[in-house]
Nanobody, 127 residues
């Protein structure tokens, strides 16, 4: 599986962005998907994840709950991250990740649970 994230950019605090992650290959609906981010000088951190079918649930970091929404369109092999009410501390490189799962309720939050990673897209939030 190859992943390509896009949609990053510069936005003012309080604004919004929608990131997309397009996956190549077949059987996209058999992969749980996640978003992680890494700010300069900090470790990569979990942002959100979604189960393979989307309807089986999602998980969010406390820092983004109520502001970010993950979704997926299996027909388009794409996962989305809608980011609203952005804060300067949300600025980072955002990465999408995928991991194969036979379980529909598998929603991993640890980076080492993921096997495939995209290159990342930069999100900058001005105050």
């Amino acid at each position: 599986v190859q992943l390509q994230a896009s949609g990053g950019g510069l936005v003012q605090a309080g604004g919004f962005l929608r990131l997309s992650c397009a996956a190549s290959g077949r059987a996209f609906n058999q992969y749980a998907m996640g978003w992680f981010r890494q700010a300069p000088g900090k470790e990569r951190e979990f942002v959100t994840a979604i189960g393979r079918s989307g309807g089986t649930g999602t998980s969010y970091a406390d820092s983004v709950k109520g502001r970010f929404t993950i979704s997926r369109d299996n027909a388009k092999n794409t996962v989305y991250l809608q980011m609203d009410s952005l804060k300067p501390e949300d600025a980072a490189v955002y990465y999408c990740a995928a991991t194969y799962s036979r379980r529909t309720d598998y929603i991993p939050t640890l980076s080492n649970s993921y096997d495939y990673w995209g290159r990342g897209t930069q999100v900058t939030v001005s105050s």
